[in-house]
């Protein structure tokens, strides 16, 4: 538990009669509450005393933990701003049946909106159903949920090894030998991210993967696994990853005496203070990419949105956090040590990425520090 919300909550995940009646009461005040829905541009709608709350799988790791203190911060300031009423975090400790019961007590307060980080993409679709047949916005976002009736907020992951991709081959001018350093086996995040890379190869037939390690987005074990791997491969031009790994990858061939390929970053502040110490003795050239935590802003600036009377796309892309070297010390001063890269969405950005969502056009550059 994050908050002292938890105390709140008491834990019950079986639909009740006086639940129905609460449900369909919730329902009929949500339905006359509903604003008219608004097309482009920020809605405006009083939402001073509306409620969202953020349901979290998990906050055991730092990333975890930089997420939801990047809820808190942009939730503390939108009450200021009062743009909201109440926007508490309540976390599962990676149990589907503690996050449903979290849920469902959320739908028994009458909570306005509900933002999911879900510990499973199908198991709390009964309870999301559940909010919004009782009238509830609910947003789920990163750990997706696949009930239709909720909006989604997330990245486009199969991007994320495409930009990889084009960047090398243009580096290569499209022939070489690729050492591809994956996260963790079996997670979707994982799966989409080498999908995306493979996809992108065949549009560069000489470029060619050599080795495949799992480095679980941890400096130390890519460093391992890599060094582990590179007495068996030929020369490596070029490492696609998938972020947190970079680093790892760079120790383990400056250890081998080997040429340095070219090493794709992921955005931690290891990585952003190596590849500066490299371009300055070297000129050593790359890019870093990842996903930051504060998506969970986007996605209480979506849900605020919708309760203001935005009219929302179901599914929000995100755009990925894709530092070049012109940005890159402005990002390193603004990242503290073992940290993360981690804009703040304003509530002016997030529209303008609903409205390029709702236009299909490119999504809008996420403005680097000043």
Known sequence: MQSTASSLFRVSTRRTPLLGAALALAALLALQASPARAE??????????????????YAGNSFRQV??????????????????????????????????????????????????LAAS???????????????IVVVSFAGIVTQPCAYQVNYDWASYGKQEIDYVAQR????????????????????????????????YPDLKIVGMVYGQWTAAVAQ??????????????????????????????????????????????????????????KQYETFSISAT???SQVAFWVAQQILAGRKVPKYVEVPLLRID??????????????????????????????????????LPAIPAPK
Not at 40 to 57: E, H, Y
Not at 256 to 268: H, L, Y
Request: charge should be neutral.
């Open 67 to 116: 997420m939801v203190k990047s809820w808190q911060d942009v939730a503390t300031q939108a009450r200021k701003d009062r743009l909201i009423g109440d926007s508490p975090v309540v976390s599962a400790n990676n149990s589907v049946t503690e996050q449903a019961a979290h849920i469902q007590n959320m739908i028994l307060q009458g909570y306005d909106a509900i933002v999911i």
């Open 172 to 203: 290569l001018k499209g022939k070489g030998n690729l050492l591809e350093i994956r996260g963790i086996a079996g997670d979707s995040t994982d799966r989409d991210i080498s999908a995306g890379i493979h996809k992108a190869l065949k549009n």
């Open 325 to 362: 070297a012109r940005d890159r010390d402005a990002w390193l001063a603004d990242t503290p040590a073992g940290g993360v890269a981690n804009p703040f969405y304003t509530q002016g950005l997030v529209v303008s990425i609903i409205d390029a969502n709702a236009h299909r056009k490119p």
């Open 224 to 281: 391992k696994e890599v060094a582990g791997l590179i007495p068996s491969l030929p020369q490596v031009d070029a490492v696609v990853d998938q972020g947190g790994d970079g680093y790892g990858a760079a120790r383990a061939f400056e250890a081998s005496g080997r040429p340095m390929p070219i090493i794709v970053m992921g955005n931690r502040q290891d990585e952003l203070a190596w590849w500066k110490q490299q371009h300055t003795q």
């Open 121 to 135: 993409d199908t198991a709390l679709n009964g309870v999301v159903k559940q909010a919004c047949d009782a009238g």
């Open 40 to 57: 482009d541009g920020v809605a405006k709608a009083d939402t001073s005393q509306k409620r969202i709350g953020f349901s979290n799988s």
């Open 293 to 295: 935590p504060s998506i």
